[in-house]
């Protein structure tokens, strides 16, 4: 792996060896900087050319001045902590070394990363294209569980990677292996409109396996989610305006396949009705479990009762049934060409 680790796999990459706590290092440099500065000019302007302080402050004033531009820039402020005296409490007591150097490490000022905890995302698989934003830690909250253990809960702000990623039952022991020994996690949706997903930490150990909540779709959701009917005693997505639905998000290299075909051949919504599952105001996530049991997509919804999916099937499907056949006219052209020809 190349990085130190602590207990549980916390990445340590780029450690400083002195931690400076309580204030802003690029605040002080560039307050030191501008009274140098400040200083110099009045120095050498008030006294007429002074006494050669003030080329001296000039020397130094300025580089420190442009050190703490450069420092605020690069800076990342703390993240804040939402928590009460009982949660405080349990944390003293209970907290794992892991959870306190997490803790330890995002409460304080960083310079030069990406975000706070920007290793682990990425070590963790849920920043898959650094060339985009990694999830953003929004905060920090510690609670206690009905069981007495600490909860402490890392919410991030995550714009470019779906909640799917996040929740994925794998990835999520994965969680337990990488923050462990000592805890279990679970995957949290905070906030789906604005995005915020958090990681839940809970000390002791995991009771039961984890559940996956994108395919934990009750009765009561699926009859929330309009237009569905029971056909057969199973549920099913109803007749829409258009014969054909394709379920897609647009981060998905094969959603995006399939749509390039209908773009290319002028395929429109009014005969395949787009439906983005990550859309978490509209109930197509829960529509696409109902009618084939899972959220895979692309998947092409092609009767009331049947979808099919994989961006070759559905490519072929469109082809053969949507794409314009050549006429009897057309297509006997070539031939009468042909026969021409040999005449």
Known sequence: MGEDMISGGFSTKGEPPIQI??????????????????????????????SGLGSLGFIYGVPI???GVALQYAELEPCPVRTTSEADRMFDAKATETIKKIKEDVTRHRYGDDAHLDTTVESLG???????????????????????ELEFMMVWKSETTPFRMWCDVNRVLKFDRYFGPGVWAQTVKVDGPNRLVGIKLTTGERKAPPVDPLADVTEQEIKATK?????????????????????YFPEDPFSRKVMEFMEANSIDQSTVALKNIMESDKPYRNQLMALGGSTQVPALQTSPDSVMYGSGD??????????????????????????????
């Open 21 to 50: 706590r309580g204030f802003s290092l690029a605040k002080a440099t560039l307050l030191a900087g501008s009274v140098i500065t400040l200083a110099s000019f009045w120095e050498f302007f008030g006294q007429k050319g002074g």
């Open 65 to 67: 001045l442009l050190i």
């Open 126 to 148: 849920l920043w898959p294209n650094p060339e985009k934003e990694p999830p953003q830690l929004q905060y920090i909250q510690q609670g206690v569980s009905p069981d007495g």
């Open 227 to 247: 237009p569905i009917v029971e056909v057969d005693g199973k549920a099913i997505v109803a007749d829409t305006e258009a014969p054909y639905t394709l379920f």
């Open 314 to 343: 559905i490519i072929s499907h469109l082809q053969d049934n949507l794409v314009k056949a050549p006429t009897t006219k057309e297509a006997e052209a070539p031939k009468e060409k042909v026969e021409a020809q040999e005449v």
